[in-house]
């Protein structure tokens, strides 16, 4: 309904800007499309502060439209259509699976610039940005060695795409680095958005006998099953301490403002071009929520590790690595380059799962 | 551990089992209502949104039933009184459900909720396993089983069910009979729909205490397909609910565990479980045919 309802306003400002002869052309609209509702508490919600503060900065100067819960598939497409035509200069799709709809809609207008979030096809007229989450899920791996008393933590996934296996991946190796028999039990609740299903996710780990939970789907309900049941967990996408004040240990979280702004200026001084970002914990496009429910000493160690990644002494990813069957990945010393890593379809040991293909 | 999983089979299958009993006694009176999920999550919002301003999620419980039911009016309203198609009428509930309790539940989003605390029941609790399965849940579970009980009653053994029966089988005949067709399916509707939204406040007072904008998550829709598998019986339909219920929880464990199955065909299996098993109790095609409301979806106006 509500997608309906800026559809109209989109049709009704097109008509507008034709009969008034396209003159109101001295705001420049930058357009935002979200896979979720932008209050979903996680990942949409995370863009939208973003959004927000990319419209507080440059005021008057920019319009900032949003569609929300756009699905990924063939709707996706149209939608993005449409928020093209309504006049935008620029358009954020913000989600994996908007990847090729936001391909195909780029070649129609040549004239706008298109940014893809976490996708890897680019154009002259689409950029390309992600964040290394990873690094943020190495130090949650870290401080769930620590604060697990059974040695075992559990980690609810979405789907099998090289992102998620890429975090569990990283995960399981910051946990080795305290406690190198930790174990992690992970389940595929094969959704990004199901409160029900990720609580019952939580609840079944749980009940398998985890201590520490961590989440790549989107919503808050692992958080208040693990704040129920008293037991930690980290948030995801968004600082989640409302739900588990009690419970949350630290949570990565998207800053995409300061992105935003970056290349919104850009396309205003006129100098956009087309790259495919990948910042980290040191470029500020993830940061770790407050530590918060863990000892001084968790924390010291977990500040220190987010220290040494940022000024680039630590690679979570360095060898010796071994794979879930034991053939070697990364050699003594040796760092995962890029590629690997955003194709990352295998595990590395010590993950208690059959990985899905 | 036995124990830890029946009871979060418990929380996932009572949401289904009551939308779907609901849904069940309007498809008897002969109505298709496809707004479930549109009726579930307004219900979900009105409960949640009840629950913080009071908070009482008792009151929360009510206001979930009662808009859950005034929602169906308008469902009511547009196939009954105007005759409107009814499969479009009600996908058009579900979108509009869906957008309204998003722009309702805004200003909740992110609130800690409150949840329903369980009712211990004296002595019986005390019972070993049973007793902390059955007898320690919340309001809406003891309603789900009366529910079931109630309506299995109500539909084979009292004459108003006896005359509702009649209506979903021919209401033309049953019009000629004096019984008052129109009036019976509104009410029929509205039961569906006070159903419907007592499912959605499970959903955001006990099941994750919390709103967020289409928590839903389809729900609604496995709720439709069981009254069809449970060939139009309550008794079936508890069955199919907690068979799926049962099949989703101990593949999540089956995961956790670490049996080494694909997590997409675990994932899948709580559909397939449910319809094999229910294509074999409901496989005489005689008596599903005498269970199949046979005017459900055909619109009536009453001759003069």
Redesign the interface.
């Known amino acids: 309904m509500k997608k309906m309802i800026i559809a109209l306003a989109a049709t009704a400002a097109l008509l507008g800007g034709f009969a008034s002869g396209v003159q109101a052309q001295d705001k420049t609209k930058v357009c935002f499309i979200y896979v979720g509702s932008k209050t979903d508490g996680g990942w949409s919600q995370a863009h939208d502060i973003g959004r927000q503060a990319l419209q507080e900065h440059f005021g008057d100067k920019i319009e900032t439209p949003i569609l929300e819960n756009v699905p990924e598939g063939p709707d996706a497409e149209r939608a993005i259509e449409r928020m093209a035509r309504s006049g935008c200069g620029m358009v954020f799709t913000t989600s994996f699976g908007f990847m090729d709809a936001t391909v195909k809609v780029a070649e129609k207008f040549p004239d706008i610039k298109f940014e893809h979030a976490t996708g890897f096809k680019s154009a002259e007229n689409l950029a390309t940005y992600n964040a290394r989450f990873y690094e943020g899920r190495y130090i949650q791996g870290q401080i769930a060695a620590k604060m697990s008393k059974k040695g075992v933590a559990g980690y609810i996934a979405s789907f099998p795409i090289p992102e998620v296996v890429m975090g569990i991946n990283a995960f399981i190796l910051g946990a080795q680095s305290v406690n190198p028999d930790f174990e992690l039990k992970v389940v595929w609740a094969n959704t990004w958005f199901d409160p029900g299903k990720e609580a019952d996710a939580a609840k079944a780990l749980i009940d398998q006998g985890v201590d520490i939970l961590t989440q790549h789907t989107d919503t808050t309900a692992p958080m208040q099953v693990a704040a129920e049941r008293g037991i930690l967990a980290f948030g995801q996408a968004s600082d989640m301490i409302a739900a588990g004040p009690n419970t949350q240990l630290t949570a990565i979280v998207d800053t995409w403002a300061a992105y935003y702004i970056k290349r919104v200026q850009a396309h205003l001084d006129g100098n956009w071009k087309s790259e495919q970002i990948w910042d980290g914990l040191k470029d500020g496009i993830l940061t770790m929520a407050p530590y918060t429910n863990m000892p001084d000493d968790v924390k010291a160690m977990a500040e220190e590790t987010e220290a040494k990644i940022k000024s680039g002494e630590l690679h979570p990813f360095t060898g010796p690595v071994k794979k879930q069957d034991g053939t070697e990945w990364l050699a003594e010393g040796q760092k995962a380059d890029d590629g690997t890593l955003l194709g990352m379809n295998f595990y590395v040991e010590g993950v208690d799962d059959t990985l899905p293909q | ?1 036995l124990e ?2 029946l009871l ?1 089979v418990i929380t ?1 299958a009572t949401p289904l089992v009551i939308a779907a009993l609901g849904e069940l006694v309007t498809e008897r009176s002969g109505v298709l209502n496809l707004g479930v999920e549109g009726m579930m999550i307004m219900g979900a919002v009105s409960a949640f949104a009840a629950t913080q301003i009071t908070g009482s999620p008792y009151i929360g419980v009510l206001a979930g039933i009662a808009a859950g039911g005034a929602f169906s009016l308008l469902f009511g309203f547009l196939t009954l009184t105007l005759v409107a198609n009814q499969v479009a009428t009600g996908l058009a509930l579900t ?2 459900g ?3 309790s ?2 309702l539940g ?1 200003s909740f ?4 909720g409150i ?1 329903l605390q369980p009712i211990v029941v004296p002595l019986l609790s005390d019972i070993p396993f049973m007793g902390r399965l059955l007898f320690q849940q919340d309001l809406i579970f003891y309603l789900s089983i009366a529910l079931v009980v109630g309506i299995n009653w109500f539909l084979f053994k009292s004459r108003t069910g006896l005359k509702m029966r009649a209506i979903g089988d021919n209401h033309a005949s049953a019009h000629a009979l004096g019984i008052n067709v129109i009036r019976t399916r509104y009410l029929a509707v509205m039961f569906g729909g006070a159903c419907a939204g007592l499912a959605g406040a499970q ?1 955001s007072l006990v ?4 709103w ?4 839903t ?3 609604g829709w496995i709720a439709l397909a069981l009254v069809v598998f449970a060939s139009w019986r309550p008794l079936r339909l508890l069955a199919g609910g907690y068979l799926f219920g049962a099949v ?2 101990g593949q ?2 089956a ?4 049996i ?5 065909v675990l ?1 899948a299996l709580p559909y397939v479980a449910t319809i094999v098993v229910l294509i074999i109790i409901s496989h005489n095609r005689r008596t599903t045919l005498i269970n199949t409301p046979a005017s459900l979806g055909k619109p009536f106006v009453p001759e003069r």
Do not use: D, W
Request: aromatic share 4%; no cysteine.
């Open positions: 551990m830890a999983i979060t996932a979108i509009l869906l957008g309204l998003g722009q805004e989003v992110g609130q800690p949840k959903l099941y994750t205490p919390q967020v904008e289409n928590m998550a389809g729900r989703s929880i999540l464990h995961q956790a565990f670490g080494g199955i694909p997590s997409q994932s």
